[in-house]
């Protein structure tokens, strides 16, 4: 399994690897030293074999040559170890370049998992030495080349989550419990990622003035680590409005089963959790996120019936409520959201991209 960057490439192939390695399979990793699955591979206890590697830009540039010239190196570093596997997964980032290189040099099956509407340059490269592509958007074929084997798997996600998923009512007392939340209460959850949405979290705390006299409603935001300070002081002068503001949710599974409504960003492994456990949303796109994918991301959903779409650049405090109000008041409305998502999620990703990977590494 070769690629990485973000949290976001990496638990969902860690996901799959670990039901491989489940299934007697031996999975190990390539991605770059100073990324993400550094740290997060060993630490699952797959073997991981670092390379250097840079991202390129879009123009020709020094920086792009010097780029692509460590991708090369790499791929000469880690032939010998493709040589002897039986199959390739990109997952995706630039760090998945080397391993895939050395694959096509190797003539090594690959298979590529996209996770967002709008693939990335790697992958959109690797599509065309692919057997399969195994997605999460339907439009993602949009972008690749023609003739590529796509399927639509869905992304994996934790099993924490799939498990919550299936017994949300059960589970919806000791999330009150654990969150110190009031169980009358309509719950909004305000999801930044995991290292919070500095811009998100400066508006949900504005609005926090514009809900202040609701009784009905609770707050539950996940600011991130370096944003619970812009946070604090809003939810200390709340009025009747509960708000419950934690740096880092780890326990997103009782998160998700109190959650009667979302605000968040629109990650793929943001929206395949939300969809999973059918909670209705409202999406709040990153603008800078690299080839606008998350706006393609969450226009998706939005079609299919499960989330509304509001740009950062239209979100105010007062939007923001209003979003707020008008959904957590219409159940009805709710209802037919909450069924969409299900409609949409692919809670059975992880198996369908195992099964995907040993048909071609048989």
């Keep these: 399994m070769s690629g990485g960057g973000t949290a976001g490439h990496v638990f969902p192939a860690l996901a799959v690897a670990e039901r491989l390695r489940d299934a007697g399979h031996d999975v190990r990793f390539v991605g770059s030293a100073a990324g993400q699955e550094a740290t997060l591979v060993p630490a699952a206890a797959f073997p991981f074999e670092p390379v250097r590697v840079a991202s390129a830009q879009t123009r020709l540039s020094v920086h792009t040559l010097k780029a692509l010239w460590l991708s090369f190196a790499a791929a ?83 099993r924490s989550i799939v498990a919550a998923a299936g017994s949300r009512p059960e589970r919806r007392a000791e999330a ?85 409504l979302a605000v968040a960003r629109a990650g793929s492994g943001t929206l395949a959790e939300l969809s999973v456990c059918g909670v209705p949303s409202i999406l709040v796109p990153y603008p800078h996120a690299t080839e606008n994918h998350q706006e393609a991301n969450a226009r998706e959903v939005a079609s299919a019936g499960g989330a509304e779409v509001v740009l950062e650049s239209n979100l105010t405090p007062r939007v923001f409520a209003d979003h707020v109000t008008d959904l957590a008041g219409d159940e009805a409305r709710r209802a037919a959201m909450r069924r969409a998502m299900l409609a949409w999620a692919r809670p059975d990703a992880t198996e369908r991209i195992a099964a995907i990977v040993e048909e071609f590494a048989a």
């Design 176 to 260: 009150v419990a654990f969150f110190e939340l009031d169980e009358r209460r309509r719950t909004v959850t305000v999801l930044g990622g995991s290292q919070g949405a500095r811009q998100l979290d400066r508006t949900a705390a504005a609005a926090i003035t514009e809900l202040a006299g609701r009784r009905d409603l609770q707050l539950l935001v996940s600011a991130g680590p370096a944003h619970m300070t812009e946070l604090a002081p809003a939810a200390a002068s709340a009025g009747e409005l509960v708000v419950r503001v934690i740096g880092f949710i780890d326990r997103m599974d009782l998160a998700l089963s109190v959650s009667d």
């Design 76 to 158: 000469r570093v880690v032939r010998p170890l493709v040589r002897e596997a039986d199959i390739v997964v990109g997952i995706g980032g630039y760090a998945s370049a080397p391993a895939i290189l050395a694959a096509k040099r190797t003539d090594t099956p690959i298979v590529v998992i996209e996770q967002n509407g709008v693939p990335g340059a790697v992958n959109r490269i690797a599509a065309r030495w692919a057997r399969v592509v195994a997605t999460t958007f339907e439009g993602t074929a949009r972008h690749l080349p023609s003739g590529t084997r796509i399927v639509r798997t869905g992304n994996p996600v934790r």
